[in-house]
Structures are given as structure tokens and as C-alpha cells.
């Protein structure tokens, strides 16, 4: 009897365990500079820096800066990345990073900050 108490005890951990792994393999974004709210500067020399674990969907991410066409970064296996952000005119911005797969599809996983420029 108690060795099936000790068995018991043991599926019950791992079965607790398991949604612990499903979690981490969702993947995720976080966008770290420029902070939510930032002030940025007019015009070039603005960067954007974020880290990526991608989902077992995700291949690469897509930037979008407003509803711009986006800036497609495939290099993310060594994070912290880092992208220029195109020219930004005064006034407030959007800036959206999004998980897609291979095709382009976007799988929903992404990191938004807002930032105004002066």
C-alpha cells in the first residue's frame, strides 16, 4: 500500500509540474528599450531592444512602427536583439513587436511600448 501512496504521490507532482512546461513553451516578447512612456528624439539614433522565446510556431518577428510596412528581423537567436528604428517624426508611436512563423502568419505572441518623440 504505500508503495502505491509513494507512486501516487509521485504522478500527482508531475502532473502539477506539467503546466509549468506548457507555459514556457508558449513563448514571449518583452521590448526593453525604449520603457513604455519613454521621450525619444526626433529623427535617427533611436533603437529598439527586446528579447524573444519564440513559441514552437514562431521563426521570426515582425516591427512595426505605427502601421508601417514592418522590419522583418530574422537574427533573434541571440538575444538581447536590437533593431535601428526607421526616422521619427514628432508626436506619438506605437511600436510593436510580433512573433510570425516561417510563412508570415502571426501567431499572437508580441510586446507593445508607446513612446512620444520630440
Known amino acids: 500500500m504505500k508503495k502505491f501512496k509513494s507512486l501516487f504521490i509521485?504522478?500527482?507532482?508531475?502532473?502539477l509540474a506539467s503546466p509549468v512546461f506548457a507555459a514556457d513553451s508558449a513563448?514571449?516578447?518583452t521590448i526593453t528599450s525604449p520603457a513604455n512612456g519613454a521621450v525619444l528624439h526626433s529623427g535617427a539614433g533611436n533603437k529598439l531592444v527586446f528579447n524573444v522565446h519564440l513559441s514552437p510556431d514562431g521563426n521570426h518577428v515582425h516591427i512595426?512602427?505605427?502601421?508601417?510596412?514592418?522590419i522583418v528581423d530574422r537574427d533573434i537567436s541571440h538575444c538581447p536583439c536590437s533593431v535601428d528604428l526607421p526616422n521619427l517624426s514628432s508626436g506619438k508611436h506605437t511600436i510593436v513587436v510580433k512573433e510570425a512563423t516561417s510563412s508570415h502568419a502571426l501567431t499572437g505572441v508580441e510586446g507593445t511600448v508607446t513612446t512620444t518623440v520630440q
Open 10 to 15: 509521485g504522478f500527482a507532482l508531475v502532473a
Open 64 to 70: 512595426y512602427v505605427d502601421d508601417q510596412h514592418p
Open 27 to 29: 513563448g514571449s516578447i
